[in-house]
């Protein structure tokens, strides 16, 4: 199993594959043992069907470059891939050049748990590898056709945001002049993800505020 970030919903499974040798990044492994339990013990008394999890620690951990591993007959690399979270990684299928993002990308880039640059060095070191498809830590997995026209959304959306930011940094009203980018006039749909792209919009856009305008 590998664990492509330490978020609930791409870890708390982890007990369900019992046996299963899990492979993270290391700091993966630091903020599942410092935020994981917590963090259930609060999702539980929402959720009692939560009953079953328990947090399971990844047993194999890597701290930087790569780690490539022998499965079967083709090798997973498995790379750093920051911006959603500071501990993503991504696999790559080598062979077949179908790359396993994680949350690094999304049809809504989400940096609110991670950094905007990081996200932005990410998605076009994504953009380089010559892939087959991307299978999207949410939605639909992109095929070889489709991937320019993505990773060029994806990085057009990063930057502006991160433009508008800066420019509502600059002036006295800038809560309200935020609340006026929509999600299209960042090159985005609204309808992405089950219709919270515009909730993550948001709070990327008051994240981003917080980060670069201190506020
Ligand atoms: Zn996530």
């Not at 870890?11 to 492979?23: E, K, L, R, S």
Request: charged share 25%; glycine share 8%; aromatic share 6%.
């Amino acid at each position: 199993m590998v664990n492509t970030h330490y978020h609930a919903d791409h870890t708390w499974g982890n007990c369900f594959f019992p046996g299963a040798t899990i492979v993270s990044h290391a700091r993966c492994r630091e903020y599942l043992t410092e935020y994981g339990a917590p963090s259930l013990e609060t999702a539980r008394r929402q959720n009692p069907s939560l009953k079953q999890v328990r947090i399971v620690l990844p047993h194999m951990t890597f701290e930087s470059g790569e780690l490539t591993l022998r499965v079967g007959k083709k090798n997973l690399i498995l790379s750093q891939a920051f911006g959603h979270s500071s501990d993503g990684i991504s696999v790559l299928v080598e062979e077949d050049r179908v790359l396993f993002a994680g949350d690094a990308f999304m049809p809504l880039p989400y940096v609110v748990d991670g950094d905007i640059d990081d996200m932005l060095t990410s998605v076009k070191k994504i953009g380089r590898l010559g892939l087959e498809n991307i299978i999207q830590g949410h939605g639909d997995i992109i095929l070889r056709g489709e991937i320019d026209a993505a990773v060029k959304e994806n990085l057009n959306y990063l930057n502006n945001i991160k433009k508008l930011v800066k420019a509502a940094g600059k002036r006295k009203n800038a809560e309200e002049y935020l609340e006026e980018i929509t999600i299209e006039s960042c090159g985005k749909s609204r309808v992405h993800l089950g219709g919270l792209a515009e909730t993550l919009h948001r709070r990327n856009l008051r994240s981003l505020h917080q980060k670069m305008n201190g506020k």
